[in-house]
């Protein structure tokens, strides 16, 4: 029972409407609980929550800026904001290269805020199913889809170690040795049985641009009934909006002021490398 009050009351902090201030130690006594509102107010609690405040849309108690005041998107308060929103005990974001990003992100230049629809960010969900009667996990990718006047996210790519066993790259030389001749049509294709003796290189016979689709081999074991979900374990989102840097979005859930959704990996990527990592959310 006392739980569950206080699930309410904190519930209840989340909305009430304070006064503007500077984010300091404050304290609400309310029945018989004193609840420090600091962590509470510093807690990135949802990922749009993230967006808005990457972007320097909302002040520190979650009211949304008006985009026609001074303070909406303003430089100089995003670069008090900015450090606030990355994972503070991991050594690859409190590094000097978290400051060269959070000075590139500030300067008067398009392309520094993260937009919803904009495409170019992935949510990575690592998810327990069961397959041929035992729990393995497979790592699932998703994006957001435009859909009328809405949007929805969408599965792009999975990867599972099962599947990727199916198709071994293989050493070129073993690979050639595997071909039908170019004069096959003219023996109705009577050696094509080759391929279908060996199963477990069959693809080798595929043109060179073949590339397996693991996503309908994971719809078709779905269809079959031979993959059933049981749940989801952890999430994370992958982000290539900025020109020029790439960062990883986690949730913390620990005590104190660094906590909630944030970057817990920062990299300068140049767009030919992105475009390389890309291809592993939608081949």
Known sequence: MAKTTLYCLLAALMILVTSPAKLCAQTRTMGAFELDETELYAMTKQVSQFFSRFNNEEDQFGKKYNPGTKEYRNSQKRKQILPLLFDNENART????????????????????????????????SATFIHEGREVNIILFLMIEKENLGSKWVLTNVYYPAFNKLFPEGELAEREKHFLHPMSHELDFMNIYKAFNEPQVIEYYGRKSFHPDFLSLFFYEIKMGRIKFKSVDQLKFHIYQIESWYFEVAYLNRKGNNSGWLITNLMYMDEKEKNNFIKLYEP
């Not at 409190?94 to 990003?101: E, N, P």
């Not at 805020?113 to 990575?124: D, M, Q, S, T």
């Open 94 to 125: 409190t590094s000097a290269l978290r400051d060269y990003f959070i000075d590139d992100l500030t300067k008067p230049k398009s392309g520094n805020y993260l937009e919803f629809l904009n495409g170019r960010w992935y949510a990575e969900v």
